[in-house]
């Protein structure tokens, strides 16, 4: 290089670094080597040898990683054509609607890729106003539940449906249809109705039966007595100052609850105004009598008597038109009771007299037609109605088969199958023989039948005795149409083409029918007659959800005669029934049984029992003392000749000489995830005891059954965990909370991080709002790809989901109260669980979040052991392998895992979360994927989060909005007024956590001199 | 005056028993390595060779299913596997607490043992030492325990204390296992000088590396046996202190508790002593070492089973004065629940074994009894066993939330790891009684009379 220079070949001097220019020493030596220093020569003076051991370790190593690099050999395709409205990674919504029974919600669906993974309310519905309820979150399971039925199937094996459509139309063909019956669910569908009229107008002498194991019969035929209308009650819970609920659990499974808990939840806020009080009158312990201020433990053959005592106090003190002789009766009838004190009574009538119209009397489905007449009579002389109580025209009402109660139905439609004068039969829908009442035998009439066609999503205890089955679409998969009871109507439209060879039930009807017509030209046709500027109209409706919003309310005000009458009969049949009573429920995960192949469902806990894969007999304490049984024992139940061998579980808080048995157990032909779960309460009911058997004899079997209950311990032990106060303490101490714990200064042994910059998340759970409704809980799990683990799991402790909700009972064992306390990750800024980690796999984000690292987890799962709320969830084995449904997968090495879940089950999952393997430590993450595709969003759209960006599975789910969540740093946002109100504290606050959850103490509202005679 | 008392007495200690000389010394130490093996010996492998496989059985399938396989749940997350871990990490006490402190503090009566507590040492640390490995949810990736570079820049949580336990355990390990090998080394050119074949000798020559018993040698070697001692001698107290952080640095009731350092390692002297007095009343029996390993040395370990054995005693008392003085509601639960609830069986087990068993101490005819210092011993194993399951397992099960209390029940799995664990013990200990010297015939020869050169004086 210096040659070049001396020669000089070109004049002008180029040169290539300051050193160059001042041509150091430094610089001409590493001119003249060919390599950097170090680079060409080893350090080490015996230079082969170490070449030769260098060469030889990477030739090693390079075999060595031949061998493990796990290069699955698969062909991947991309979109030739990108789909116009699908963006790989981002989720698109649609609003749709689902119904159980007659209780419909709006939805919006979440869908990634042309695939549904999770549902939220729509905010628009009435009936939801962006919250759902259980099984509406797990219904999107179904979808993907392997299990169901994937073809048309008949006596010979898989056919097609013309020929089982031609045989029906064959069959309907004779005299119109005469021989042929149709048995439906409750249907709320106009397309569906309006298409059975279309059927009956082709065949006349078609009949058409309604049947569910869970209905409201006993409302509607109560308040056609008292008005000669068909009438549903909708209840304005936000204007009702005192609730007095006769065994109606209107904060769970019954009509309505999503909305009524969020009303109800609107006046459990002591900040904002008076709160309501609500007394309940149950014999088992439900949500809402969690809730209640005053509970009452009663027979459910009791409860009518309570009612009467209410009734005949109100007439005393009111002026009333009413017959004298019913009000003379009434009065001689209530001193038959005593169950109740008389001064408790008259306390709470005082209370009902005090408010007047804002007094609210409702009553539960399994109470007869005369409660719900006379609570009727009681809200309209109290002039609830038009304020607490709306009464709308029952949808469908002009159809005989929907007013007609479903307990004659199924009778009526049994006796012709007897008598033979229906040969084939068309069940849409519903297991009418795992759950129609005991006495009918309907098995063995549907099995003689000539012809049954039952169309079903799963396989269950009536498709195995048909001749035809035909698989069912899902809600997600067809069109359709729901009117709610409040006469808003909402398109149903599907989010992905049937999965199998399904049909809807509009689509079975349109087969049979002469109409050639698909199920979307039927939906829409419906709606064409009624609505000029069709096509736009229904865009918008497909869109927002809605067509209707609510149908006109009706004003009922003349008294039917007839209701004295009725009332008459009941007072002089009715006498106090002494012995046990078995009380039927429809289950809090269950319904009726249609949801027992649904996992997150099944391993959702009771909210009071905390049972999970099965029910049981619910006894109270002192009933369990008199025949020595303990929870978990096995007994004989016998009515009738009838027999139910069921086990035990003693429930503080039941009535006594009294059980209660949740429907929709023990079922016998269920799919992998529903075999072998609980017990069959259905053995017990008949035609005649459809709400309780009465007279039933209690064998002790000496036997134990292994109950599978996620909390074994009800007793808070007298730590500050969920902390309550009256409303009268409350008022006189508001920061109560505060106060409950004395601790010495706290201080940390490592330097505290300041977290007061940009987005702080944090959150506060309202215990007064929370009904422990397991909402959050299959929410999260959805959202959250959280894997079920089974029962022999859950009896082991090992439950993985991320949200809990503890149940601690308060007071005597007879009728204690019950407080819930949802608790998930704590999200502490001084977590103790971030401390323990040796490898550093659960930190800290400058958002304040406690992060789970799950590629650094190893699982020494020393972060539980220290995680004072025990929040963490450790996967002890491969739970997506270890689910009765999973599938082989294709082995790609030695090492494989050998399982892995359903395909179906897998579009399920939720792009946006990691499916976690076995042997890492998972929990609340706050929902970060919600959290970090809000940012992006923002960023996009250049400017910061504002409150409500974000919302988290539970924030969004929770149908009391109880759970606030936000940036803490965010003075606007609600968490942040939530988190600095008086009743905020923070669990176990001496351990210095400074955990960003935190509760807002509970308080009841209770009336103060009831209160002083409570037995604690 | 006093000062002839005081001769007299240490005169009467005599540490080597029927006036062994040094080739008698030799002779019976060497005997067992150089003679055919007896049947027993094989059938005892055998035995220990079952177990080891049933061991790494157990291991297999853990790792083909998971940790599921074990009875733990939400709140018990640490079980068994971490109980055995603290058990066995116990029992590696004795050892390098006889070699190194004990030397440091002269006191000669531990050559006649120390080699036999030192391996014991070892290999107990070496069963310890795979239940930290294994008890992970992901064991293939243990290695992030390890502070190795990588392109994450990605180093372990140098607050963890079970960081500081890797550390700590390991060190223990890498350091006995050096003392225990320096030690070795002039016995094992004592059996490769004696060898017969050519095999022996090559084999033995290797670990003796070189040592020709020159001067020079004996030097370096007293010097770095000196300083191994000290480096060792901290350890002692190090690693179980550290172990007890496991414990004591966490908030858990029951385990955050300032007494656990001294507290786990005078329990683990107790344990380690217990184990060895096990091992050894057997050991001298069979191979007739009872001259080497005397009654002298029994009663002084058993003396120090009873001293430790009451500070073991009287920790488990001032925890439960802390718990009641400290008025910490979740504390005094936590130790009443020791004593009251569910696990009290297992509380009761561990009181009796620790705390009254060792009583019988204070007699010296029992001290002086091998079948009461036999039963003894495996009764203090027994306690101290227990005394971990109690501390990690009681304390887990019932915490702050009541709502999320259960009961953990080992399963089979669990329980035959633990057996197994004892298959890799003794098999690693009988091939030492058939390979290596048990008593470091060098170091007793230092400490018999004819190595004093003044000793005719003396008598």
């Not at chain 1, 927002?544 to 009725?566: E, M, P, T």
């Not at chain 1, 008022?731 to 330097?751: C, G």
């Not at chain 1, 491969?878 to 895992?897: A, G, I, T």
Request: proline share 5%; glycine share 6%.
């Amino acid at each position: 290089m210096s040659s070049i220079n001396k020669n000089k070949l070109v004049d002008k001097s180029y040169w290539r670094s300051s050193e160059d220019v001042k041509n150091t020493a430094d610089f001409q030596s590493k001119m003249n080597r060919e390599f950097p220093e170090g680079a060409s020569e080893f350090g080490d003076p015996v230079s082969r040898r170490n070449f030769l051991k260098i060469m030889g370790a990477s030739i090693a190593f390079a075999g060595v990683s031949g061998c493990s690099v796990r290069r699955p050999e698969r062909h991947i395709k991309p979109y030739a054509k990108q789909p116009e409205d699908v963006v790989p990674g981002k989720p698109s919504y649609y609003a749709t609607a689902m119904a159980v029974g007659e209780d419909v919600v709006g939805l919006l669906v979440e869908s990634h890729e042309g695939r549904p993974t999770k549902i939220e309310g729509n905010p628009a519905h009435i009936q939801s106003q962006g919250k759902t309820g259980l099984f509406h979150q797990a219904s999107v399971l179904n979808l993907y539940d392997p299990d169901r039925l994937k073809d048309v199937s008949g006596p010979t094996g898989i056919v097609s449906s013309d020929k089982v459509f031609l045989k029906l139309k064959g069959a309907l063909s004779v005299s119109k249809g005469a021989k042929v019956a149709l048995l439906t669910e409750t249907q709320v569908s106009p397309t569906f109705h309006r298409l059975i009229a279309r059927l009956q107008s082709e065949y006349p002498n078609l009949s058409v039966y309604k049947y569910d194991s869970v209905n409201r019969d006993n409302q509607t035929q109560g308040l056609y007595i008292a008005t000669g209308e068909w009438v549903v009650p909708q209840y304005d819970f936000s204007k009702a100052d005192i609730i007095v609920s006769f065994e109606s659990d209107f904060l769970g499974p019954e009509l309505s609850s999503v909305k009524y808990s969020k009303a109800f939840a609107s006046r459990r806020e002591p900040e904002l105004g008076d709160m309501n009080r609500l007394y309940m009158f149950e014999s088992t312990y439900s949500s809402t009598g969690a809730k209640a201020d005053h509970r009452f433990r009663v027979k459910r053959s009791d409860i009518e008597f309570v009612l009467w005592k209410v009734a005949d106090r109100l007439f005393s003190k009111l002026k009333t038109s009413l017959p004298s002789d019913m009000v003379y009766r009434l009065s001689k009838a209530a001193k038959s009771f005593d169950g109740i004190e008389d001064r408790v009574i008259d306390e709470l009538v005082n209370d009902l007299l005090s408010s007047k119209s804002k007094a609210l009397l409702i009553a539960g489905p399994y109470q007869s037609e005369t409660v719900h007449a006379l609570v009727f009579l009681l809200n309209q002389l109290l002039g609830g109605a038009g304020v607490t109580v709306d009464y709308k025209s029952l949808p469908f009402s002009s159809h005989s088969y929907v007013t007609e109660p479903g307990l004659a139905s199924i009778k009526a439609l049994s006796e012709r199958l007897r008598l033979k004068s229906v040969e084939s039969l068309l069940v849409l829908g519903g297991n009418p023989a795992y759950n129609a009442p005991a006495d009918l035998n309907f098995s063995s009439l549907l099995k003689e039948l000539p012809l049954s066609v039952v169309v079903s999503s799963q396989e269950n205890e009536t498709t195995d005795l048909a001749s035809f089955v035909m698989p069912r679409s899902h809600y997600l998969e067809a069109w359709g149409d729901l009117m709610s009871v409040d006469g808003s109507v909402s398109i149903v439209q599907p989010l992905i083409s049937p999965l199998y060879r399904s049909l809807s039930d509009i689509e079975v009807l349109l087969s049979i029918s002469s109409l050639k017509q698909s199920a979307y030209a039927a939906v829409r046709q419906t709606y064409r007659r009624s609505e000029p500027s069709f096509s736009l109209s229904w865009d918008d409706w497909l869109h927002n959800g809605l067509v209707r919003n609510s149908g006109k309310s009706k004003v009922l005000s003349s008294i039917d005669r007839g209701f004295s009458i009725a009332i008459m009969t009941a007072l002089s049949s009715k006498s106090v029934s002494h012995g046990l009573e078995v009380s039927f429920l429809t289950d809090n995960s269950l319904y009726d049984g249609r949801f027992s192949n649904n996992g997150w469902l099944q391993e959702v806990s009771d909210p009071i029992t905390k049972l999970t894969w099965d029910n049981a007999a619910y006894i109270s304490p002192a009933t369990a003392r008199k025949f020595g049984l303990k929870t978990g024992s096995l007994v004989e139940l016998s009515a009738e000749g009838r027999l139910l061998s069921i086990a035990v579980y003693v429930l503080p808080g039941h009535a006594d000489n009294a059980i209660t048995i949740p429907l929709g157990y023990g079922r016998k032909v269920v799919g992998r995830i529903g075999d072998g779960t609980g017990f069959d309460a259905g053995a017990l009911r008949t035609s005649e005891s459809f709400n309780s058997q009465h007279g039933v004899t209690l064998l002790n079997l000496k036997d134990t059954y292994e109950l599978a209950s996620t909390q074994d311990h009800g007793s808070m032990e007298g730590r500050p965990l969920a902390r309550e106060a009256d409303l009268d303490h409350y008022k006189k101490h508001p920061d109560f909370p505060k106060h409950m714990v004395e601790h010495p200064p706290l201080q940390s042994l490592y330097d505290e991080v300041v977290y007061d910059k940009g987005y702080q998340w944090g959150m506060a759970i309202d215990l007064t709002k929370c009904t422990g409704c397991n909402v959050c809980l299959v929410a999260c799990q959805s959202e959250n790809n959280i894997p079920i683990v089974g029962k022999d799991q859950i009896l082991n402790g090992r439950e993985m989901s991320w949200i809990r909700i503890d149940r601690y009972f308060e007071g005597s064992e007879d009728n204690p109260r019950i407080i819930d306390q949802p608790v998930t990750c704590l999200q502490c800024e001084n977590a103790p669980c971030e401390q323990v980690c040796p490898v550093a796999a659960t930190v800290h984000s400058s958002e304040g979040l406690n992060d789970m690292t799950y590629n650094r987890c190893i699982g020494t799962r020393y972060c539980s052991d220290n995680c004072p709320a025990k929040v963490r969830r450790f996967n002890f084995l491969d739970y997506h392998q270890k689910n009765p449904q999973s599938v082989n997968k294709e082995r790609e090495h030695l090492f494989d895992y050998m399982k892995e879940p359903d395909k179906t089950v897998q579009l399920q999952f939720n792009p946006d979360v990691t499916v976690r393997m076995r042997g890492v430590m998972e929990k609340c993450t706050y929902c970060v994927q919600r959290i970090s595709t809000a940012k992006k969003l923002a960023a996009n759209e250049d400017r910061l989060l504002k409150d409500g960006d974000v919302v988290s599975a539970c924030q969004q789910a929770c149908p009391s909005d109880a759970i606030a969540f936000g940036n803490i740093l965010d003075e606007t946002s609600k968490v942040f007024k939530v988190k600095n109100r008086d009743r905020d504290y923070h669990v176990l606050e001496q351990l210095h956590l400074k955990a960003r959850t935190s509760y807002l103490a509970s308080i009841r509202n209770p009336n103060l001199i009831i209160e002083a005679w409570r037995v604690v | 005056m006093t000062q002839s008392t005081i001769e007299e007495q240490i005169r009467r200690v005599a540490l080597v028993e029927g006036g062994l000389s040094f080739e008698q010394v030799t002779d019976l130490v060497c005997d067992p390595v150089e003679r055919k093996a007896p049947t027993w010996w094989f059938i005892a492998l055998l035995a220990s060779l079952s177990l080891l496989a049933l061991l790494k059985g157990m291991i297999g399938y853990l790792f083909w299913e998971g940790v599921g396989i074990w009875g733990l749940n939400n709140p018990v997350g640490w079980g068994l596997a971490i109980v055995n871990f603290v058990f066995w990490v116990g029992i590696g006490h004795a050892g390098t607490l006889i070699s190194a402190i004990l030397f440091l503090f002269r006191q000669k009566w531990r050559t006649g043992i120390n080699r036999f507590a030192e391996a014991m040492t070892i290999f107990a640390v070496m069963c310890a030492l795979i239940f930290p490995g294994i008890h992970i949810g992901r064991q293939w990736v243990a290695y992030f325990m390890f502070p190795l570079p990588n392109q994450m820049a990605m180093w372990p949580n140098f607050r963890s204390p079970l960081l500081w336990d890797v550390f700590a355990v390991s060190t223990y390990f890498i350091v006995s296992l050096m003392f225990w090998f320096v030690g070795l080394v002039p016995d094992l050119a004592t059996i490769r000088d004696r060898a017969t074949t050519r095999t022996r000798q090559k084999v033995y020559g290797i670990f003796a590396i070189g040592w020709r018993g020159a001067n020079r040698h004996w030097q370096h070697y007293e010097r770095a046996y000196l300083i191994l001692a000290a480096i060792a001698a901290p350890l002692v107290l190090s690693v179980h202190s550290i172990v007890s952080f496991d414990f004591a640095v966490s908030q858990l009731p029951g385990w955050h508790t300032t007494i656990f350092p001294p507290y786990f390692v005078a329990g683990a002297v107790f344990s380690g002593f217990a184990m060895v007095v096990t091992l050894m009343v057997i050991t001298r029996e069979v191979f007739g070492m009872k001259k080497l390993m005397t009654m002298n040395h029994l009663e002084n370990m058993n003396k120090i089973i009873l001293v430790t054995g009451m500070l073991v005693g009287y920790a488990y008392g001032m925890e439960f004065f802390m718990a009641w003085y400290s008025g910490y509601e979740y504390e005094s639960f936590a130790f009443l629940n020791r004593a009251q609830g569910p696990y009290a069986w297992a509380y009761w087990t561990m009181i009796s074994c620790n705390v009254i068993s060792p009583q019988l101490f204070w007699f010296e005819k029992f001290r002086k009894s091998i079948p009461v210092m036999f039963v003894v011993s495996i009764f203090v194993n027994i306690g101290m066993w227990f005394e971990r399951f109690v501390i990690t397992v009681t304390s887990l099960h019932r915490d702050f939330f009541p709502s999320s209390w259960d009961y953990y029940t080992p399963t089979w799995v669990d329980i035959l790891t633990f057996v197994g664990s004892f298959g890799l013990f003794f098999t690693l200990f009988l091939l030492f009684l058939k390979f290596l010297p048990m008593v470091a015939m060098a170091e007793v020869k230092m400490v018999m009379p004819e190595a004093d050169p003044h000793h005719e004086e003396h008598n």
